[in-house]
Structures are given as structure tokens and as C-alpha cells.
């Protein structure tokens, strides 16, 4: 498996508060994506990271912003949260090779209340 | 706008028969990856099989094949022998590659459930 991890893993939190998702991985890899599962909507896509500094929006990317400070690490921000953001967040992984598979972490459960 | 569509929300069948589970997409690129994941209660996120536009060849993994149509973009998931381990959300999604990497589009996911 990947070596992908989320954290945290569940969070609840009220509305207006910023709150950050942080993935790491120990692959090298080079993409990063962020992804929210909701019913009845499979996976939409917020952001991505085709590199250090290098990031560009996805399908549902209003209210969320990232960085990418280093290779390892990519973080996730609701700089104020709604209760339209409650969902479940992954982050995904890909490397230069292969054709474009991508592994998923655990994922975090976040509660907007 | 590329697009998955998934029309079966919920299926079942028996443990050791045969399933497939159905999937179309509509899109103007030629070059394109598609995927099918399963996600079991454990809400992990595991990459079942892959298929590349450009291989006439349906893509095989053990219990698992696909049937591949593009004129009809019709990306169908067969699984032979199914096992209660196979119990889970499946989902199809679209990728077209780049520099930039590939963002996946999603199905809205099939519920299958393996009866014993």
C-alpha cells in the first residue's frame, strides 16, 4: 500500500472556524489531489498539486484553499467553515510513472456544526 | 464537460456467481484512462482495475475484467466467482493525463452487495 496518511481522521467543528487537513506521504510522488465524497455524488475533485508551490483548482474548489510547501505534504484549509462542508475528505497520490493510478489515504471525517 | 455516469445504485448476488456492473461516460478526448475502485465499509479507497483508451485488449486482474466499448463509451466491471469480501461501494471514474497530472471524475457509485 501507499504510503499515505491523513490527519486528523475525524474532526467536528463549528461553523466559522478555520480548519486545516493535512496528507502526507513518505512515496515521493509528485501529485497530490484532494477529494470530497458526498451521497449520491461519488468523488469530486477541490484541488490538486503537480508539484512544491504548484497547485490549481478542481470541480468544487470555492471555500477551500492548499499549499504545498514541500514534497511530503499537502494541506487543505477551510478558512471558515460551512455546515455545506461537512464530508468525507481523501487525499490522493500519483507518481511521474505509470498511467496515472492513483492510491488513496484513509480519509477524514469532518463535521460542520 | 467530461462525465460518469453509473445507472445502477444498488446491486446483489450471490456468492460464487457472476456480476457486472455497468458504466458510461461521455467525453470528446481520444486519450484517456479509465478506472473502477471499490470502496468496502472500511471507507479505504482501493484501485480495482485499469483500462487505457488506446488498448483494444479489456484490462484482466484475477477475479476481475472489464468490458470495453468506446465507440459506445461503455466501460462495464465484471466480477466472476464473487466472494462476501466483495461486498462494497464500486466506482467508476474517467482520467485524461497530462503534464499537469490527472483528475479523476467520479461515478456517483454502485452498492454491491454479496449474499452468502
Known amino acids: 500500500d501507499a504510503g499515505i496518511t491523513q490527519s486528523p481522521r475525524h474532526k467536528v467543528t463549528e461553523t466559522g472556524t478555520p480548519v486545516t487537513l493535512r496528507c502526507h506521504q513518505t512515496?515521493?510522488?509528485?501529485?497530490m489531489y484532494w477529494y470530497r465524497q458526498d451521497p449520491g455524488h461519488g468523488l469530486r475533485l477541490i484541488h490538486y498539486?503537480?508539484?512544491?508551490?504548484?497547485?490549481d483548482k478542481g470541480e468544487v474548489s470555492d471555500g477551500y484553499s492548499v499549499s504545498r510547501s514541500k514534497t511530503e505534504d499537502f494541506l487543505l484549509t477551510l478558512e471558515s467553515a460551512t455546515s455545506s462542508q461537512t464530508s468525507v475528505y481523501f487525499c490522493?497520490?500519483?507518481?511521474?510513472?505509470?498511467?496515472?493510478?492513483?492510491?488513496f489515504g484513509p480519509g477524514t471525517r469532518l463535521t460542520v456544526t | 464537460a467530461q462525465t460518469v455516469t453509473q445507472s445502477q445504485p444498488e446491486m446483489s448476488v450471490q456468492e460464487a456467481e457472476t456480476v457486472t456492473l455497468s458504466c458510461t461516460y461521455d467525453t470528446s478526448e481520444n486519450n484517456y484512462y479509465l478506472f473502477w475502485y471499490k470502496q468496502p465499509p472500511s471507507r479505504q479507497m482501493i484501485l480495482v482495475i485499469r483500462q487505457e483508451a488506446y488498448k483494444q485488449q479489456n484490462a484482466t486482474e484475477n477475479r476481475f475484467s472489464v468490458n470495453f466499448q468506446k465507440a459506445a463509451k461503455s466501460f462495464s466491471l465484471k466480477i466472476s466467482d464473487s466472494q462476501l469480501g466483495d461486498t462494497a461501494m464500486y466506482f467508476c471514474a474517467f482520467m485524461v493525463l497530462n503534464r499537469q497530472g490527472g483528475k479523476l471524475i467520479f461515478g456517483q457509485g454502485t452498492e454491491l452487495s454479496v449474499k452468502p
Open positions: 498539486s503537480y508539484g512544491v508551490k504548484d497547485t
Open positions: 512515496e515521493n510522488h509528485r501529485y
Open positions: 490522493a497520490i500519483s507518481g511521474n510513472r505509470g498511467h496515472g493510478e492513483q492510491y
